[in-house]
């Protein structure tokens, strides 16, 4: 199991995830029905409706690949945290992470 | 003065789905109008993923986005539909049976004898970037967040914010029709098309477009009516004053049901609930099809819109035509009588 913390509103929660169901976070979050998780393109990194701040994180996770920085430049409001939750494999690289919702 | 218009059946909608009911309703000599808050027609597929190939259309082993939906266009064409872009419906009464009023946000009135409504994931809005007063000037006071007649910038000063391909390529753009035309970008480079940034670049070399990086809007100012915007350069902290007469933040469109939601139709997660023998809903006269109708093993795929609306257009004919019986017929067989 890999272990996923989300922070909402300052609120942390913890949510446990099997590591071999090939998830992405936006799948996870949209699953647990947060309401600025709208995931439109369906993980494509299209729609940028599956922004996040990553908070923490092992550095195993990998970074944005250039089509995600593409699509994050074109929001009006980014962070240096800023990523597409579609774009995050829910792996075995996963640990320590924490993400933080943002206004979508 | 405001438009009025009058038709069989309007259409809110013109993704492919709402394209498609155009053919199925014309089958049924039923005209209709077609109207969408984005300046074209094609919904998610235009908007979203217009370069993408799309392999699970019936009979076509791969289509790219943007021609199915010019083909839906074209195929639609011989039953002669109107449309409105760039107007979103906000309110929807039924005066009667076969007695709709629908009117726009911007006061283009439709009256129907039935409503479809091909909303899919609902109206495609504008995100805006937070700048304190910025929607005192919406609604033909400065602010655009589309560009829906190029022409209306003509010889006037002109700002644009963002830094995808479509900040970009109306930049180039419209640096040949206005009279000062200034990019605003947060970053120190792009990431558009190459050959869109390089345009941008010569054009900024050459003084037609008056470039901001790592820049962000700070304040709007006008009485009434836009005439400056502050810009803030985040790595000098140097604030500028620039005169404008228009600032068009481009910074993408993402769906949100909005006005729908107040028209006393049954809605569950942000989808309305409908009859699967016809996909009425629960208002007598209202149909709604593809992404935004929800009912048991509801799929959000085109091919489904398709059947959908085929059904529906058979019910609505019996809505406007009561009693009056028609026999479905092949189109091999009379071929399409255009109206
Ligand atoms: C990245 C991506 C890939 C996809 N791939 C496939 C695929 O391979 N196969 C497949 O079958 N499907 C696919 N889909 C799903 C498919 O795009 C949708 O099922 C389809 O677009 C639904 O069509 P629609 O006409 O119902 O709605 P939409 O395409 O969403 O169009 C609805 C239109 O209604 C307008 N609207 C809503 N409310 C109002 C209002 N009040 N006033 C004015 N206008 C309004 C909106 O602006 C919008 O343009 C994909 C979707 C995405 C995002
Ligand atoms: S779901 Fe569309 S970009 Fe992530």
């Known amino acids: 199991m890999i272990e996923v913390n989300i922070l909402k509103s300052g609120v942390k929660r913890t949510l446990e995830v099997p590591k071999d169901m090939g998830l992405n976070l936006m799948e996870l979050l949209k699953g647990e029905e947060y309401e600025s998780i709208e995931g439109t393109c369906g993980g494509m990194a299209l729609c940028a409706t599956c922004h996040i701040k990553v908070k923490e994180a092992a550095p195993a996770l990998s970074g944005p690949s250039g089509d995600e920085l593409d699509m994050l430049e074109t929001l009006p409001f980014i962070y240096k945290e800023s990523r597409l939750a579609c774009q995050i494999k829910l792996n075995e690289n996963i640990r320590n992470l924490t993400v933080e919702l943002v206004e979508n | 003065m405001s438009i009025k218009i009058k038709t069989d059946i309007a259409i809110i909608g013109a993704g492919p789905v709402g394209l498609f009911a155009i053919f199925e309703a014309g089958l049924l000599k039923m005209r209709c109008h077609l109207i969408d808050y984005l300046p074209q027609a094609g919904g998610q597929l235009s908007e979203i993923y217009p370069k993408k190939p799309i392999y699970d259309i019936p009979g076509y082993p791969t289509v790219m986005a943007q021609e199915l939906v010019d083909n839906l266009v074209h195929q639609a064409e011989p039953f002669n539909p109107g449309y409105t872009f760039g107007e979103r419906i906000e309110t929807l009464e039924k005066r009667a049976e076969k007695d709709f009023h629908l009117v726009t946000n911007l006061g283009t009135e439709i009256e129907a004898s039935a409503v479809v409504i091909a909303g899919g994931l609902g109206c495609f809005e504008p995100r805006k970037p937070e700048v304190e007063g910025l929607t005192r000037f919406e609604n033909g006071?400065?602010?655009?967040?589309?560009?829906?007649?190029?022409?209306?910038?003509?010889?006037?000063?002109?700002?644009?914010?963002?830094?995808?391909?479509?900040?970009?390529?109306?930049?180039?753009?419209?640096?040949?029709?206005?009279?000062?035309?200034?990019?605003?970008?947060?970053?120190?480079?792009?990431?558009?098309?190459?050959?869109?940034?390089?345009?941008?670049?010569?054009?900024?070399?050459?003084?037609?477009?008056?470039?901001?990086?790592?820049?962000?809007?700070?304040?709007?100012?006008?009485?009434?009516?836009?005439?400056?915007?502050?810009?803030?350069?985040?790595?000098?902290?140097?604030?500028?004053?620039?005169?404008?007469?228009?600032?068009?933040?481009?910074?993408?469109?993402?769906?949100?049901?909005?006005?729908?939601?107040?028209?006393?139709?049954?809605?569950?997660?942000?989808?309305?609930?409908?009859?699967?023998?016809?996909?009425?809903?629960?208002?007598?006269?209202?149909?709604?099809?593809?992404?935004?109708?929800?009912?048991?093993?509801?799929l959000k795929l085109i091919l489904c819109g398709f059947h959908e609306a085929a059904l529906m257009s058979h019910s609505v004919y019996q809505y406007i035509h009561p009693g009056v019986k028609y026999t479905m017929k092949y189109t091999t067989v009379n071929g399409i009588s255009s109206f």
């Open chain 2, 141 to 298: 006071k400065g602010v655009n967040y589309m560009i829906l007649d190029p022409e209306q910038y003509r010889g006037k000063k002109t700002i644009i914010a963002g830094g995808g391909d479509s900040a970009l390529d109306w930049a180039i753009y419209l640096s040949e029709l206005c009279s000062e035309l200034t990019l605003v970008h947060r970053s120190e480079s792009f990431r558009g098309t190459p050959d869109s940034v390089e345009k941008v670049m010569a054009l900024a070399d050459s003084g037609k477009i008056s470039l901001h990086l790592n820049t962000n809007l700070s304040t709007v100012h006008g009485n009434g009516k836009l005439n400056g915007v502050t810009l803030l350069n985040t790595r000098s902290n140097e604030e500028v004053l620039v005169d404008t007469d228009y600032l068009v933040p481009l910074f993408g469109l993402s769906p949100k049901l909005g006005p729908m939601e107040g028209w006393g139709l049954n809605i569950t997660k942000n989808a309305i609930e409908v009859n699967t023998d016809d996909y009425s809903t629960n208002i007598p006269g209202v149909w709604a099809i593809g992404d935004i109708n929800t009912y048991k093993n509801k």
